[in-house]
């Protein structure tokens, strides 16, 4: 799976910068110029990472910080500050900033931190390569799954979309956020049945009773909810 960085930046320079680096890198980047498009990118779409400057046209990088936060984003927030504004950098660590580097810098040293903080993401979620739901094992790292030693055969999105509702389990993650994280879909919005038909399968696979789900539960109006080990 791709993963997915915002860039919020309003410099064109230092934006084109940072999303080739990470272009290269193997990251999709979506850029946004200022604070209102960069919260609304942030707020309706699905992102890895997001690297935001704090000084934004529109609404500033701490207001947007802030926002986000509130809204229950729980993507890794970088924040980019100007050099002798210490106050800002750490009002950002307490709106919820994972992480800062200053300006002017080195775009080696930005991409480091962004691998950094998704390898830990990856290593918090890796240390269940394998996961028993209901009568399944599912091996992620090999991307089969058994029952009784026996393989039990399974279409690679079905292992993946397990895998997420694993690394997601107790949250209620929508079909948007589903379709865009498993299916890696370009945008939100996109009408298919294709998220109802894996769960459907899944649910055929790992729970006694597919009719009346333990594990993997329906959140109405929402998405799905893996249910709490
Ligand atoms: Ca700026």
Redesign the pocket.
Request: proline share 0%.
């Given at each position: 799976m791709k993963q997915r960085i915002l860039v919020v930046?309003?410099?064109p320079a230092v934006a084109r910068g940072v999303k080739d680096a990470l272009s290269f890198n193997g990251y999709t980047v979506d850029v946004a110029v200022d604070g209102p498009s960069g919260y609304r990118s942030a707020r309706d779409q699905v992102f890895d990472l997001i690297v935001l400057?704090?000084?934004?046209p529109g609404l500033d990088g701490l207001e947007v910080l802030g926002r986000l936060r509130r809204d229950g984003c729980v993507a890794p927030i970088l924040i980019l500050t100007a050099r002798g504004h210490e106050g800002d950098r750490v009002k950002g660590l307490e709106l919820g900033a994972d992480d800062y580097v200053v300006k002017p810098f080195s775009v080696r040293e930005l991409v480091a931190r962004v691998a950094a903080h998704l390898r830990s993401r990856a290593l918090a979620a890796g240390s269940q390569a394998k996961v028993t739901l209901g009568t399944v094992e599912f091996d992620f790292a090999r991307r089969v799954c058994h029952r009784d030693g026996k393989t039990v055969p399974a279409l690679p999105k079905e292992i993946d979309l397990a895998r997420f509702l694993v690394e997601n389990r107790g949250r209620c993650v929508s079909r948007d956020e589903l379709l865009m994280k498993v299916w890696e879909y370009p945008v939100a919005g996109i009408q298919t049945r294709t998220v109802d038909n894996y769960i459907m399968k899944l649910r055929q696979k790992v729970e006694p009773d597919p009719a009346r789900p333990r594990y993997i539960l329906t959140v109405r109006g929402k998405g799905y909810r893996l249910a709490d080990a």
């Open positions: 930046e309003d410099e400057d704090l000084m934004l």
